[in-house]
């Protein structure tokens, strides 16, 4: 249980729980503030035009009375210039009657107060401009700040003002009610988390689950949910293509492994049987020589079988690297026609070759462009009929395109297996081929070699058997 919880802490979901609540609490916190800041805002204006509104209500009632209020004396309705005055602004007063403080001055002399203000006078010093507004604290009138306007014309100077009690009761309760709400919502937006990240998440468990059963076994077995167009549908059909490039590789190396194996235990199997046949059985000194001669030849092939394997295992690892030089084709190919001269004589083979000029230069690796060559011309010998000619062709088009075919005659070759040429030992079962004991390696390492330097190659083949090989240089 511990081992669980442990996990749990550690994992996204988890982590995509917490920020999902930290988020949601920020936002909370940030929408509090914003409906504190614009009560308290809205509260203060409105009190803030009533105040304006009173005290020039209560000016206009005094002027309209048309009371002269200097020359004031006390008759048998109005003993005091107080009730006076109480009697013409009472309209005005009692709009807000509860906790409004007003007081009267006409020339400098307080002529009118509300009775809540008793026997306090409310101070005109803290007063810097007419008509304007500000706050007094009073702790005899009230425990809150008391916002006051001041309405100043004709020596009449009017101070209306009203404790900001209801305005920080109204934000007390609205703290209070914050402070209750808040962790009941930190709570909930954590359950909400916690379910949403476990319902999304949930998906990338499956996933897990079904890639660890996955091995070498069951590679065709695909992950279900490609069709989501979602980040999960896009990982597991990355996830899918992978296993699907795990499993071509997996059939590759099989193949490769058993095709080498067939292609080593041939002459291993060829060398035991003479060797054994030389133990058992005495022999001539030329028949002895004839033993030797071919198992020599048969470890000459396993060299070489060996050599390409090696070769290719390089190629396939990246571990040959080109290094671009400036070649002139004619030079090189003049130099590999030369070398296979004697080898084409023992088939009676002609090597023709056909230059529209002798400076056909293009940028390639000089050593792995030799080899290009060494293993076409060879083949072209080797699978080319007795007696035929070998036409090594190099051109140039009217875009300055060089190109080089290389034609022989041979068997025919149907059109659905020239694309398998390129195969690794591949190798076309005929007669002919099979006792010239190729290994189907030769237009593999050709094939890659040339992609190697992004060069094109094709390869085809008519009725008559004229198999053309054509090299098309960037």
């Given at each position: 249980m511990l081992f669980n919880l442990e996990k749990y802490l550690k994992s996204t979901r988890f982590k995509t729980t917490l920020w999902y609540t930290a988020i949601f609490f920020i936002l909370e916190v940030v929408f509090g503030a914003v409906i504190y800041v614009y009560i308290d805002h809205t509260m203060r204006k409105e009190l803030d035009y009533s105040l304006k509104k009173q005290a020039k209500t209560i000016y206009n009632f005094v002027k309209d009375s048309k009371v002269n209020l200097f020359e004031f004396e006390p008759d048998s309705i109005y003993s005091t210039t107080d009730e006076l005055i109480y009697d013409i602004i009472f309209e005005a007063l009692a709009f807000n009657p509860n906790n409004t403080f007003v007081q009267v001055s006409i020339n400098n002399k307080i002529v009118f107060r509300t009775t809540n203000l008793g026997n306090i006078t409310l101070k005109t010093d803290l007063i810097q401009n007419s008509n304007t507004l500000f706050e007094y604290y009073i702790p005899e009138l009230s425990k809150y700040p008391i916002r006051a306007y001041s309405f100043d014309k004709d020596n009449y100077k009017i101070i209306v003002a009203f404790p900001l009690e209801y305005i920080s009761k109204t934000l007390n309760e609205l703290t209070n009610l914050y402070i209750i709400v808040t962790p009941l919502f930190l709570l909930l937006s954590f359950i909400g988390g916690f379910f949403l990240s476990f319902k999304a998440l949930n998906r990338i468990d499956k996933i897990i689950k079904r890639t660890d059963e996955i091995d070498t076994n069951n590679l065709n077995t695909l992950l279900d949910g490609e069709e989501y167009d979602d980040e999960y549908g896009r990982l597991v059909k990355t996830l899918n293509r992978m296993i699907r490039r795990i499993k071509s590789s997996m059939d590759y190396m099989n193949q490769f492994t058993i095709n080498a194996s067939h292609e080593l235990k041939t002459p291993l199997t060829i060398l035991r049987g003479e060797l054994e046949l030389a133990i058992k059985y005495p022999k001539s000194r030329e028949e002895c020589l004839e033993i030797i001669k071919s198992s020599y030849e048969e470890t000459l092939r396993l060299i070489n079988i060996i050599e390409r394997l090696f070769?290719?295992?390089?190629?396939?690892?990246?571990?040959?690297?080109?290094?671009?030089?400036?070649?002139?084709?004619?030079?090189?190919?003049?130099g590999i026609v030369k070398d296979f001269k004697f080898f084409a004589n023992e088939k009676n083979i002609k090597l023709i070759t056909n230059y529209s000029n002798s400076n056909f230069l293009i940028d390639a690796d000089p050593m792995i462009l030799k080899q290009i060559f060494i293993n076409l011309i060879d083949n072209a010998i080797k699978y080319g009929d007795y007696g035929s000619d070998i036409l090594i062709l190099c051109q140039k088009d009217y875009h300055g395109k060089i190109s080089i075919y290389i034609k022989n005659k041979s068997e025919p070759i149907p059109k659905e297996l020239i694309p398998k040429l390129f195969e690794r030992f591949y190798r076309i079962e005929t007669s002919h081929n099979r006792s010239l004991g190729g290994v189907g390696l030769g237009l593999a390492v050709v094939k890659q070699l040339i992609d190697l330097h992004k060069f094109d190659i094709k390869i085809d083949s008519d009725e008559l058997g004229?198999?053309?090989?054509?090299?098309?240089?960037n």
């Open positions: 070769f290719i295992t390089k190629l396939d690892n990246a571990l040959i690297k080109i290094n671009l030089e400036k070649v002139n084709l004619v030079d090189l190919i003049e004229y198999f053309t090989v054509q090299i098309f240089f």
